[in-house]
T-cell receptor, first 111, second 118 residues
């Protein structure tokens, strides 16, 4: 079945450091891929998405490229800020009915 | 303001006492779904609904019921809660419009309902 594996956390970075959170997926078809972010005490919000191979999703300085050959969708940001501290979830959906989420990666950015 | 509203936000109950967590959205979304979030397991889908009177099981439906009698509401029912249903629950909705048949539509989440079953 479909599944998402993402990098274990927690991750602690200094402000302005480079961020990578790894995400790989297993799917039978051609899924859409997502990164969601969860700030403390809140629900998840869509950060970015990609719908087909080689698409790059981007938002708020974050980027992720849909790599079909490596079944990956790694999240990157060149310079993190304290306000980026949150839990990040990689997710996929083939049908649009069922969504599969990774376990989440907690990021803390220290000044 | 577009939102998904869940109630209650926090609940402590006892084993076997039926409870309902309500979910309401004001965006006229066709699709609604329930997830539970547990440490080390991420979010797992419980049930989803494509429209009124249309519901289907997700990955972890055991011990839960849902109904979709109105487009805006999608309550989650625990007929006989057990301690292993202690979790953080999220409701989400999305439009079925958009590109590729709505498959890429963004999920809008509620703020979560933290349930403890003693």
């Amino acid at each position: 079945g479909d599944s998402v594996t993402q990098m274990e956390g927690p991750v602690t970075l200094s402000e302005e450091a480079f961020l990578t959170i790894n995400c790989t997926y297993t799917a039978t078809g051609y899924p859409s891929l997502f990164w969601y972010v969860q700030y403390p005490g809140e629900g998840l919000q869509l950060l970015l998405k990609a719908t087909k191979a080689d698409d790059k999703g981007s938002n708020k300085g974050f980027e992720a490229t849909y790599r079909k050959e490596t079944t990956s969708f790694h999240l990157e940001k060149g310079s993190v800020q304290v306000s980026d501290s949150a839990v990040y979830f990689c997710a996929l959906s083939e049908s649009g009915n069922q969504f599969y989420f990774g376990t989440g990666t907690s990021l803390t950015v220290i000044p | 303001e577009a939102q998904v509203t869940q109630n209650p936000r926090y609940l402590i109950t006892v084993t076997g006492k039926k409870l309902t967590v309500t979910c309401s959205q004001n965006m006229n979304h066709e699709y609604m779904s329930w997830y539970r979030q547990d440490p080390g397991l991420g979010l797992r889908q419980i049930y989803y609904s494509m429209n009124v009177e249309v519901t289907d099981k997700g990955d972890v439906p055991e011990g839960y019921k849902v109904s979709r009698k109105e487009k805006r509401n999608f309550p989650l029912i625990l007929e006989s809660p057990s301690p292993n249903q202690t979790s953080l629950y999220f409701c989400a909705s999305r439009s079925l419009g958009g590109d590729r048949g709505g498959r890429t539509g963004e999920l809008f989440f509620g703020e979560g309902s933290r349930l403890t079953v003693l």
